[in-house]
């Protein structure tokens, strides 16, 4: 079955960097399109950036263009996320998510946690 196992999360200061890792196993990863999400503190669960299953095609949140960064390793079946220049209310539990085509139900993984504070 679909497994996701994010990692990389933690405690940074304000103006910092994360690289977030994000493990894919159980579907054939190549074919499938990749998201992180976000969801902070009694808030919804929001889109921060996504990638075409051949990495062609990338989407970020307003919030986090000039900042952030996806990448995709198929022959590793791992996305990445590469946060620069964190802000305090960027604090949140980051999710992976797969799915293979727009019409589909797809996969979450449990969340890595990231908090940004001095």
């Known amino acids: 079955q679909v497994q996701l196992v994010e990692s990389g999360g933690g405690l940074v200061q304000p103006g910092g960097s994360l690289r977030l890792s994000c493990a894919a196993s159980?579907?054939?990863?190549?074919?499938?399109?990749m998201s992180w999400y976000r969801q902070a503190p009694g808030k919804s669960r929001e889109l921060v950036a996504s990638?075409?299953?051949?990495?062609?095609?990338?989407n970020y949140a307003d919030s986090v263009k000039g900042r952030f960064t996806i990448s995709r390793d198929n022959a590793k079946n791992t996305v990445y996320l590469q946060m620069n220049s964190l802000k305090p209310d960027e604090t949140a539990v980051y999710y992976c998510?797969?799915?293979?085509?727009?019409?589909?139900?797809?996969?979450w993984g449990q969340g890595t946690q990231v908090t940004v504070s001095s």
């Open positions: 998510y797969a799915r293979r085509f727009s019409w589909s139900s797809g996969s």
């Open positions: 159980g579907f054939t990863f190549s074919s499938y399109a």
């Open positions: 990638i075409s299953s051949a990495g062609d095609r990338i």
